[in-house]
């Protein structure tokens, strides 16, 4: 039974900053790929940043420059560091993680976050 529990979400003014945490527990064997998504009232989730296993990163251009993903591999916990915050970055942020389970071979599993509002203000 794997969990992802996120926290760090608020409310700051543009140009201020907030650090998001995600942290996976349960019977994980290993985790592959993390990343965290967004999604706006009226908009489709959209993919801000990924992080691999073994730290490579990719980030959406709306971000770049801005945010930092990040992981801890001890604690099954992924960051994300988000810095100049403007009002277009105002959405709900979840985590996901890929994942395998201890004592079980074969696919892989997937897992969301409960999502951690932000909320940029003029």
């Known amino acids: 039974q794997v969990q992802l529990v996120e926290s760090g979400g608020g409310l700051v003014q543009a140009g201020g900053s907030l650090r998001l945490s995600c942290a996976a527990s349960?019977?994980?064997?290993?985790?592959?790929?993390m990343g965290w998504y967004r999604q706006a009232p009226g908009k489709q989730r959209e993919l801000v940043a990924i992080?691999?296993?073994?730290?490579?990163?990719n980030y959406a251009d709306s971000v770049k420059g801005r945010f930092t993903i990040s992981r801890d591999n001890a604690k099954n916990t992924v960051y994300l560091q988000m810095n100049s915050l403007k009002p277009e970055d105002t959405a709900v942020y979840y985590c996901?993680?890929?994942?395998?389970?201890?004592?079980?071979?074969?696919?892989?599993?997937?897992?969301w976050g409960q999502g951690t509002q932000v909320t940029v203000s003029s």
């Open positions: 996901n993680t890929n994942y395998k389970l201890k004592g079980m071979v074969g696919p892989d599993f997937s897992s």
């Open positions: 992080i691999t296993k073994g730290g490579n990163t």
């Open positions: 349960g019977s994980i064997f290993s985790i592959n790929a």
